[in-house]
């Protein structure tokens, strides 16, 4: 009787092992194929559907809640140049560069995601005003100035435009909230070129 009370307590704890290691193993799967499906395999970053999701999640918190959040909007300035005289890996440096610059001031209640080409966002959730919101965009921005970019060769840093909007200074909206942003990005570009073409003699008609 005792061997076969063993050996069925033996058979049970394996088979509760396996079931474990069969869950444990689905899990993992299901994992990989979630962030495949939510994220830009390049940088790590939320791809453009799971950031919109993430998105109108932190609005409908403002809606029940009342906490209100903030959207970034950051662009590469040069991206295409670097491509073209450095070649694509450097280009893509310069991506997974940007990324860890935004992720080194945020929390992990925040959000990065990659929207476009050169083009990335960043939700702050929940975010007290505009006013600390644009204190990190500040901080982003003098990490990317601070160090030449990430690829040899280069001789610059990191050079990108930034836009803001919040909620609900600026609309409680998605869509409202993603074209004050986008306006703002493409304002500082605007801005930032008029600026070098000013500060450049050769570029200044004689």
């Excluded at 570009?189 to 000013?198: E, M, P």
Aim: hydrophobic letters at 45%; one cysteine or more.
């Amino acid at each position: 009787m005792v061997p076969f009370t063993l050996a069925a307590t033996l058979a049970l704890g394996l088979g509760s092992w396996a079931f474990a290691m069969f869950w444990v193993d689905r899990q993992k799967r299901h994992h990989r194929l979630l962030l495949r499906a939510t994220t830009d395999t390049l940088t790590g970053a939320l791809n453009r559907a799971a950031f919109n999701d993430h998105l109108s999640t932190a609005l409908r918190r403002y809606t029940e809640v009342g906490k209100g959040c903030a959207l970034i909007f950051i662009d590469l300035d040069d991206l295409k140049t670097v491509n073209d005289i450095h070649g694509h890996e450097a280009g893509d440096a310069c991506l997974r560069e940007t990324v860890a610059c935004a992720r080194a001031y945020i929390r992990d209640s925040d959000t990065v995601g990659r929207l476009g080409g050169d083009e990335f966002a960043v939700i702050l959730a929940p975010c007290k005003n505009r006013d600390a919101a644009a204190a990190v965009v500040g901080k982003i921005r003098h990490r990317l100035d601070a160090l030449p970019a990430p690829y040899a060769g280069a001789t610059e840093p990191v050079r990108a435009s930034f836009g803001l909007a919040a909620c609900p200074d600026d609309g409680t909206q998605a869509e409202m909230l993603l074209r004050i942003a986008d306006q703002a990005m493409y304002g500082a570009k605007r801005n930032r070129q008029t600026q070098a073409r000013t500060d450049d003699p050769a570029a200044s008609p004689p």
